[in-house]
């Protein structure tokens, strides 16, 4: 089964949280660049979800910013 991206935004505290799978007690956290927190599966170290801190902020400046994940797409057949 491919996994699936769920985004949410927490408009009280202004968070886009991207979710692979729900968020659990046991992922490590990982603080990137750019006010940017990445969740870790404990056994992998694969990214599972993406916190993007002052989101409304950010579309609101003219200048880009990039997440650091990266998909595998494939075509249906």
């Known amino acids: ?3 699936k ?3 949410t935004y927490d408009r ?3 968070i886009l949280h991207i979710d692979e799978c729900p968020p ?3 992922q490590e ?4 660049p750019d006010e940017i927190v990445a969740r870790l ?4 170290s694969e990214v599972e979800s993406v ?3 002052f989101f409304s902020t950010r579309l609101l400046r003219r200048d880009m ?3 650091p994940v990266s998909a595998n797409l494939r075509l249906a057949r």
Do not use: G, Q
Request: glycine share 0%; proline share 4%; no cysteine.
């Open 29 to 32: 956290s990982e603080e990137l």
């Open 5 to 7: 991206l769920t985004f």
């Open 65 to 67: 910013f990039e997440l």
């Open 12 to 14: 009280e505290a202004d």
């Open 51 to 53: 916190e993007v801190m």
């Open 41 to 44: 599966n404990p056994k992998t």
């Open 24 to 26: 659990y007690a046991e």
């Open 1 to 3: 089964m491919e996994a």
